[in-house]
């Protein structure tokens, strides 16, 4: 009987546990989040231009090219227009990207520096409970 009822308090420690996720970690996972995402939008406006410079994708038309008269200037400024118009779009895209990869980096970073710092303290603490043990 007292073997059931520590395996039922274990389980009740190790379910507690569970749901209190520690700091580091719940950073960690928002670190990883970040990156995911910053990457995300670094890949997906890329490779959006470049199917717009190859061809195989229509560029959308910010700029309406004008029907009535065949001015060739300008229907050339429309078009000129539009294009640079979705790549200063896709530019922005990327930069944002690039900040929001960039804070996931230094997240990430940030959650091992803390924990490089938490274990040499505690090394140093066993340390100095060697020394006091030994005088």
Same mark, same amino acid.
């Given at each position: 009987? *007292? %073997?059931?009822?520590? *395996? +039922?308090?274990?389980?009740?420690?190790?379910? @507690? %546990? %569970?749901?209190?996720? @520690?700091?580091? @970690? !719940?950073?960690?996972?928002?670190?990883? /989040?970040?990156?995911?995402?910053?990457? &995300?939008?670094?890949?997906?406006p890329?490779?959006?231009?470049?199917m717009?410079?190859?061809?195989?994708?229509? /560029?959308?038309?910010?700029?309406?090219?004008p029907?009535?008269? +065949? =001015?060739?200037?300008?229907?050339?400024?429309?078009?000129? *227009?539009?294009?640079?118009l979705?790549?200063?779009?896709?530019?922005?895209? &990327?930069?944002?990207? %690039?900040?929001? *990869?960039?804070?996931? &980096? /230094?997240?990430?970073? =940030?959650?091992?520096? @803390?924990? &490089?710092?938490?274990?040499?303290?505690?090394? !140093? =603490?066993?340390?100095?409970?060697?020394?006091?043990?030994?005088?």
């Amino acid at each position: 009987m *007292s %073997s059931r009822k520590l *395996s +039922h308090e274990t389980f009740n420690t190790r379910k @507690k %546990s %569970s749901l209190n996720m @520690k700091p580091e @970690k !719940a950073e960690k996972i928002f670190g990883y /989040t970040l990156l995911v995402v910053g990457l &995300v939008l670094i890949i997906l406006p890329v490779m959006l231009a470049l199917m717009v410079f190859l061809g195989g994708l229509a /560029t959308p038309q910010l700029v309406p090219v004008p029907t009535g008269e +065949h =001015d060739g200037f300008a229907e050339a400024f429309a078009i000129f *227009s539009n294009v640079c118009l979705i790549f200063f779009i896709f530019i922005i895209l &990327v930069w944002a990207g %690039s900040i929001i *990869s960039t804070r996931g &980096v /230094t997240m990430i970073k =940030d959650v091992k520096l @803390k924990l &490089v710092g938490k274990s040499l303290r505690e090394a !140093a =603490d066993a340390a100095e409970k060697l020394e006091e043990e030994e005088a």
